[in-house]
């Protein structure tokens, strides 16, 4: 987490983010910025299911590789190996679920579009 900015005033007291100054004030409510942006679209369902995908597919591909003794090379690196191709899969799964989250809003779009041209 990132601190609040604290500067001090002539008094030597500590200033919360508020502008002492006659020059300028800091923005507070009114409009969204990017941070609020960002939290909305992580809070977004869409968000939820592409981690929910990415878990999904880096534990299937985990139980794939299995994690039984022996077979000529040593634990560490069969280890290093199951977590490299977890991610690619989960990686590869997102990307799948995208792609047709993508081609359903296309479809809708020229839905849309053809009913507004009728």
Do not use: H, N
Request: hydrophobic content about 40%; charged content about 25%; overall charge positive.
């Amino acid at each position: 987490m990132a601190k609040k900015a604290v500067a001090k005033t002539k008094a030597g007291r500590k200033s919360g983010g508020k502008s002492t100054s006659s020059g300028g004030s800091q923005k507070r409510g009114g409009g969204s910025d990017a941070g609020e942006a960002f939290v909305r679209l992580l809070q977004s369902p869409l968000v939820a299911e592409l981690v929910a995908v990415a878990a999904t597919a880096a534990l299937a591909s985990l139980a794939e590789q299995g994690f039984t003794k022996g077979g000529g090379a040593s634990t560490g690196k069969r280890a290093g190996r199951a977590v490299k191709a977890a991610g690619k899969a989960a990686a590869a799964a997102v990307g799948r679920r995208l792609g047709t989250e993508i081609d359903e809003i296309r479809k809708a779009a020229k839905g849309a579009k053809a009913g507004a041209k009728a």
